[in-house]
C-alpha cells in the first residue's frame, strides 16, 4: 500500500507578495489579475503524489499579510510542519518583511518546522530587486529550503510544493511515518499518516 502524509503548511509574508496567488495556482491552476487581499485567512487543500505513489496532501492556511492581522498569525503557525514564507523580487523590502517572519518562525513555531523562502512574481523579472544569489545566500545561511515562482504564469509553483512534500516525510515523526520507516523524530503532532488515522477526505478542517 502506498504511504499517505498530511501536512500543515502555512504561507506567510508581505501584503500583495501574491501568498494567494501561488495557493490559488497551485490549488486550482487558476490565476486572477486583480485578486482581493486576504481577511484573517483562508483555508485549502490539495494533495501531491510523488514518483513513488507517496500522497501527501497538504492543510494550507494563507494567511493575511496586512499589518492589522500580524497577530493572527501565530496561530496559523503554531502547529504548521511547514511555512513557506513568500517575497516579490521586484520588491526589496518585501524580502526583509520575510526574514522578519523567518526569525519569528525560528523563535516561536515548532523547532522541526520545515521554512521554504519563495521569492514570486518571475515574470516580473525586468522589475528585479532582489537577485537569486542574495536571496540564495541568505536560505542557505540560514538552512531553508527556497525557490523563486511566478503564479502569473505557474513557473516554479509546483516544484516548490513538491521539493516540500519530498522533505517532509523524511523529517517527520514515527507516527507520521509509513509503516516501514521507524527512525526517532520530531514530536508526534507534527503530522499524521493517513494509513494508520484515516481521514475524511472531504472534510476541510478539523481544527
Ligand atoms: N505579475 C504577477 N502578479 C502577481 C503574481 N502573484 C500575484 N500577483 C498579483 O499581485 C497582487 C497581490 O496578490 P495576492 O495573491 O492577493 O497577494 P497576497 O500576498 O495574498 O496579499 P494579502 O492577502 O494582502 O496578504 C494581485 O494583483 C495578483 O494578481 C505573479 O506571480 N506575477
Ligand atoms: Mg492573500
Keep these: 500500500m ?3 502524509y498530511q501536512f500543515k503548511l502555512v504561507l506567510l509574508g508581505e501584503s500583495a507578495v501574491g501568498k494567494s496567488s501561488l495557493v490559488l495556482r497551485f490549488v486550482k491552476d487558476q490565476f486572477d489579475d486583480y485578486r482581493e487581499s486576504t481577511i484573517g485567512a483562508a483555508f485549502l487543500t490539495q494533495t501531491v503524489t510523488l514518483e513513488d505513489q507517496t500522497s501527501v496532501k497538504f492543510e494550507i492556511w494563507d494567511t493575511a499579510g496586512q499589518e492589522r492581522y ?3 498569525a501565530p496561530m496559523y503557525y503554531r502547529n504548521a510542519n511547514c511555512a513557506v514564507v513568500v517575497y516579490d523580487i521586484t520588491q526589496s523590502a ?3 518583511k520575510a526574514r522578519t517572519w523567518i526569525r519569528e518562525l525560528q ?10 523562502l519563495c521569492g514570486n512574481k518571475t515574470d516580473l523579472a ?3 530587486q532582489v537577485t ?7 536560505a542557505e545561511e540560514e538552512g531553508l529550503m527556497w525557490g523563486e515562482t511566478s503564479a502569473k504564469t505557474g513557473e516554479g509553483v509546483n516544484d516548490i510544493f513538491t521539493a516540500i512534500a519530498k522533505k517532509l516525510p523524511l523529517i517527520a515523526p514515527p507516527s507520521a511515518r509509513g509503516a516501514t520507516r521507524g527512525a526517532a523524530g520530531a514530536p508526534a503532532r507534527t503530522g ?3 494509513n494508520k ?7 476541510p478542517c478539523n481544527c
Design 126 to 128: 525586468a522589475r528585479r
Design 70 to 72: 500580524k497577530s493572527l
Design 94 to 96: 518585501s524580502l526583509e
Design 107 to 116: 523563535r516561536q513555531a515548532d523547532p522541526n518546522i520545515v521554512i521554504a
Design 192 to 194: 499524521v499518516d493517513l
Design 132 to 138: 537569486q544569489e542574495e536571496a540564495k545566500k541568505y
Design 2 to 4: 502506498s504511504k499517505q
Design 197 to 203: 488515522q484515516p481521514v475524511a477526505q472531504n472534510e
